[in-house]
Nanobody, 126 residues
Framework: QVQLVESGGGLVQAGGSLRLSCAAS????????MGWFRQAPGKEREFVAG????????YYTDSVKGRFTVSRDNAKNTGFLQMNSLKPEDTALYYC???????????????????WGQGTQVTVSS
């Protein structure tokens, strides 16, 4: 139904910025919430940010509030995660995911997401 491909990861210095993209295939992309998760070695997968299908609602985990911005361009079937003021603790493999849900809903747990990208590595050096 939906295939997701992340891009934009890389190595950046602390305080720098990075923009992740998640390109989706499928004819009903606008019906899906898009979430971003990350997982660092030895740690649990963590919800980072999400945006509702219509783009009207967003949600961020406390550690990234004020630094990260999630957005989407439904016309281009693409979601974005703008990451500013990056910290070494942000280092992780970042995944985008899609969840079929209500227009204003922003699922926050992995189990609510059906489709997942392969991940893109973000490394922040101090």
């Amino acid at each position: 139904q939906v295939q997701l491909v992340e891009s934009g990861g890389g190595l950046v210095q602390a305080g720098g910025s990075l923009r992740l993209s998640c390109a989706a295939s499928g004819r009903t992309f606008s019906s899906y919430a898009m979430g971003w998760f990350r997982q660092a070695p030895g740690k649990e997968r963590e919800f980072v940010a999400g945006i509702s299908p219509g783009g009207s609602s967003t949600y961020y985990t406390d550690s990234v509030k004020g630094r990260f911005t999630v957005s989407r361009d439904n016309a281009k079937n693409t979601g974005f995660l703008q990451m500013n003021s990056l910290k070494p603790e942000d280092t992780a493999l970042y995944y985008c995911a899609a969840a079929l849900t209500a227009s204003r809903a922003v699922p926050r747990t992995g189990r609510e997401y059906t489709y997942w990208g392969q991940g893109t590595q973000v490394t922040v050096s101090s």
